[in-house]
Each structure stands twice: as structure tokens, then as C-alpha cells.
């Protein structure tokens, strides 16, 4: 069995990411968070590359999130700001490339696979697709400024409160009416679904595909309010050491949360 790693490759004008931890559905190492970062900023780099797909290992799920066991060494609020911090300038690099980039998602695609898949242009799904946000439920942790504009600005503020305030996850078919998916199809028609979304992006003008995305990078990060003082509180909080200490002992129910 390989460690969790990003496997790349480069096809021409195609550069292929794929999230390779199986055994725990692809959920992100802070190594492989790292590597996305560095991958992205590489392909930025790489005038060659007209398109950027991104796909989970297994079949079986997309990205079900970030390896939590980190939280458990978190002994204040800072420690919180400092890892969102760090997973914002992953992220940035994500949505700085200039070219056109696809989600391309089986099965689960929660916490940082809903990012991640928030930060591509486009998304395409098989029916069993789940997309969500869970950690109001799970570990009593928040979001960054920045991955809440971006979320929001994929799924809409209404999905996006469905999936963090009231815990949702939301099936494919509900996304694509919503028009957060691309397209729906099914697991034996994705590749050549990947194909074909690849090879019309590719015919686009790269300046132009450039200065979209970039304009709309800027309208939706642009004057974030400042939250870090709203991250130390919960990351700082018992709540949130009571559901990371859940979490890791796998205990079935839900963490009885106090408010402190």
C-alpha cells in the first residue's frame, strides 16, 4: 500500500491530479494538502496546460475531507487560525490557475473535497455523487473567510447554509438542478464525459478563459472580511476538542455541544 500522495501527469494540454488515499476515502494528509499547493502553482506556471482535472483514487470517493488526527495536538484558538491560514494559501493556488479546471467526482466529496470541487469551473458527477460540509455535526470546527465566499459562491448561500448549519449532504441530482453540476452520468460514461468537456475547453482562447476566471477570482475574494478572531474562538473552544476527541474514537452519536 502507497502513502497518501497526489499522482500527476501531463497529457499534451491536459494535466491530470488525482487524490490517492483509498483507505480512508481519499481524505487529505497535511502532506498531500502541500503538494496540491505545489502542484497547482507548477501548472500555473505551465503555459502547455489548457486544462486541469482533479478525481479521487478508488471510484468510491472523490475527497472525503482532511485527516483530523492533526487537531488532536491543537492546544489553543491560534493553532485554528494558523491552520486555516495554511489551508487558504493551498486553496489560492487552486483557484490561481489560469486555466480551465474540472472536478471530476465519485461518490464522496465533503469538508476539503467540497472545497476543492468549489474552487474548479466545472463539476461532473456520477449519480451517487454526495457533496457536504458536515463539521457542525462531526468535530465543532469552522470555516475560513475565504472558503466560506468560495462555497457559497459554487452552491449558493441557501446549499451552502444547508450543508454547514444544518449538517446536509446533498445528493448529485439536487446539485445539477441547482446548477452546481455540470453534468450527471453515469460511472461507465465519465471518462469519455471527462473527455469531451476537456477537448471543447481546450479550443478555448487561453487569454480569454485567463481573464474570466481571474475577474471572477477577484469579485469573489475581493474585501473578505476579517473572521480570525471568530476561527480562535472555536478552534479554542471545548466543543471543539470534546468533537475532534468524538471523532477519533469513533463514537456513533453526536457530540453533546455546549456552546463553550
Not at 462531526?138 to 475560513?144: D, F, K, R, Y
Not at 439536487?174 to 481546450?202: H, K, S, T, Y
Not at 474585501?223 to 479554542?236: A, F, I, S, T
Request: net charge negative; proline share 4%.
Amino acid at each position: 500500500m502507497t502513502s497518501p500522495q497526489l499522482i500527476v501527469e501531463k497529457e499534451g494540454a491536459v494535466a491530470r491530479i488525482r487524490f490517492d488515499n483509498p483507505a480512508q476515502h481519499n481524505a487529505l494528509t497535511k502532506q498531500m494538502w502541500h503538494e496540491l499547493r505545489d502542484v497547482a502553482r507548477d501548472i500555473a506556471a505551465d503555459a502547455a496546460i489548457r486544462v486541469v482535472t482533479f478525481r479521487g483514487v478508488g471510484g468510491k470517493a472523490f475527497i472525503s475531507g482532511t485527516d483530523i488526527s492533526g487537531f488532536a495536538s491543537f492546544s489553543d484558538g491560534q493553532d485554528g487560525v494558523d491552520y486555516e491560514r495554511g489551508i487558504d494559501e493551498c486553496m489560492a493556488a487552486v483557484d490561481a490557475i489560469p486555466c480551465t479546471t474540472i472536478a471530476i467526482v465519485e461518490g464522496w466529496a465533503v469538508g476539503g473535497g467540497l472545497n476543492i470541487s468549489s474552487a474548479c469551473d466545472f463539476r461532473i458527477a456520477t449519480p451517487t455523487a454526495k457533496f457536504g460540509s458536515p463539521i457542525g455535526r462531526t468535530i465543532g470546527n469552522c470555516l475560513s473567510a475565504a472558503s466560506c465566499a468560495r462555497i457559497a459562491s459554487a452552491v449558493g448561500v441557501q446549499i451552502a447554509k444547508r450543508m454547514v448549519l444544518l449538517g446536509e449532504i446533498v445528493p448529485a441530482d439536487v446539485l445539477l438542478d441547482m446548477g452546481f453540476l455540470l453534468q450527471v452520468v453515469e460511472p461507465d460514461a465519465l471518462d469519455a464525459a471527462a473527455e469531451a468537456l476537456c477537448q471543447r475547453a481546450i479550443e478555448n482562447a487561453p487569454l480569454t478563459t485567463w481573464a474570466a476566471k481571474e475577474t471572477v477570482r477577484r469579485m469573489t475574494f475581493g474585501n473578505l472580511p476579517d473572521v480570525e478572531g471568530l476561527v480562535r474562538q472555536v478552534y479554542g473552544s471545548a466543543d471543539f476538542a470534546r468533537g475532534v476527541g468524538d471523532f477519533l474514537a469513533k463514537t456513533k452519536v453526536l457530540p453533546t455541544w455546549t456552546g463553550k
